[in-house]
């Protein structure tokens, strides 16, 4: 069935960026933007932005401007969420998920990928 | 564009009805018919059980419901069962320029 599978959990200094990767399978990957969402330990969900993958236009949380990237890969059926300058606060779980067409609705999300911040 | 405002917990016995309410504002809930639920068990990714305020996917059992009213959307359980004690999230499409916008979550317990 329709699925997301992220890369593994990832543990990073202060400062240093991060990429994550998820990979789409048995569906049609260029017909469903992919959105990223995070969540803080204990904490509730965050969106942080989204990427259409047929033509790579991007659109990213104001608060995340300029140390977000999202880009995608047609020929893997993968996108990537690349974070910058990362802080002890982006600690967090970060999940990939695909908006289902008219619905404005995540309807399949990526396993998470746990990113520790820690000097 | 602040989070949506849930209840902390919720709590029901077995066979139970529960409601869980979401409140947002005129630039989100209240225009638009774009609110979806979401169940999240403790350690894995969230699951959709509700979109548009009150369809439910293929798959989720008819004992998840949805509705709105002006500002407040609201999902409710019935006939309560173990494996529905999760956290749920609502969300919402905004006008802002933050496209969607969570809740703060509910923590459903089932005495």
């Known amino acids: 069935q329709e699925q997301l599978v992220q890369s593994g959990a990832e543990v990073k200094k202060p400062g240093a960026s991060v990429k994550v990767s998820c990979k789409a399978s048995e569906y049609s990957f260029t017909n469903y933007y992919m959105h990223w969402v995070r969540q803080a330990p204990g904490q509730g969900l965050e969106w942080m932005g989204v990427i259409n993958p047929n033509s790579g236009t991007t659109g990213y949380a104001q608060k995340f401007q300029g140390r977000v990237t999202m880009t995608r890969d047609t020929s893997t059926s993968t996108v990537n969420m690349e974070l910058s300058s990362l802080r002890s606060e982006d600690t967090a779980v970060y999940y990939c998920?695909?908006?289902?067409?008219?619905?404005?609705?995540?309807?399949?999300w990526g396993q998470g990928t746990l990113v520790t911040v820690s000097s | 564009q602040s989070a949506l405002t849930q209840p902390a917990s919720v709590s029901g016995s077995p066979g139970q009805s529960i409601t869980i309410s979401c409140t947002g504002t005129?630039?989100?809930?209240?225009?638009?018919?774009?609110v979806s639920w979401y169940q999240q068990h403790p350690g894995k990714a969230p699951k959709l059980v509700i979109y548009g305020v009150s369809n439910r996917p293929s798959g989720v059992s008819n004992r998840f419901s949805g509705s709105k009213s002006g500002n407040t959307a609201s999902l409710t359980i019935s006939g309560l069962q173990a494996e529905d004690e999760a956290d749920y999230y609502c969300s919402s499409y905004t006008s802002s320029n933050t496209p969607y916008v969570f809740g703060t979550g509910t923590q459903v317990t089932v005495l």
């Open positions: 005129s630039s989100d809930v209240g225009i638009y018919n774009y």
């Open positions: 998920t695909r908006r289902s067409p008219g619905h404005y609705s995540f309807d399949c």
